[in-house]
């Protein structure tokens, strides 16, 4: 290559990382006016694309219930499903779960996509590889947030949550 074009092509090449890189945060970041602790009011209200009530919400511990979606968005080549649950009439936690049963990789590629992405926005991670499952953490603040890979070629799957944070005192133990 000459090297009147090296620089240049460099420049371009790393704008695309970072034209990337950028799609790839916004991806995972809570959408824009969601923040735990709203209403089901204010998710209305914050206009997301195709929120719509899940006709059967998943219930999970602690009285949480998955009642409402968003449009899927892609990430990593899956197409992950937003879900918001409720407890208490608050938004307690938010999940995006993708299939990824029909990926050569079982996932693998988003889950690492997600790590990255966890590692630039919250700093190192405490995780754990398993076989047939990987997992990455991250505290900020009142928020867990953490990403799950299960690589079961029955059923894999890449999620990433945001929770409330629970902290329990000794007593509660």
Not at 85 to 102: I, K, N, P
């Amino acid at each position: 290559m000459h090297p009147a074009l090296a620089l240049p092509l460099k420049r371009a090449l790393g704008a695309l990382a970072l034209l990337a890189a950028s799609a790839a945060l916004h991806a995972q970041a809570l959408p824009p006016g969601v923040r735990l602790g709203m209403t089901a009011g204010e998710l209305q209200a914050a206009a997301l694309p195709g929120l719509e009530r899940v006709p059967r919400p998943q219930r999970l511990t602690g009285g949480l219930a998955g009642s409402w979606r968003a449009a899927p968005m892609a990430v990593a080549g899956l197409s992950f499903e937003p879900v918001f649950y409720f407890a208490e009439g608050t938004l307690r936690r938010m999940e995006w779960v993708a299939d990824a049963d029909a990926r050569p990789d079982l996932g693998a590629a988003a889950f690492a996509d997600l790590v990255a992405w966890g590692r630039s926005a919250f700093g190192p991670e405490l995780g754990s590889n398993d076989p047939g499952s990987a997992y990455a953490a991250w505290v900020q603040a009142d928020t867990d947030i953490y990403a799950q890979r299960t690589s079961d070629p029955r059923h894999a799957s890449v999620r990433l949550v945001y929770k409330v944070r629970q902290v329990r005192d000794a007593s509660e133990l």
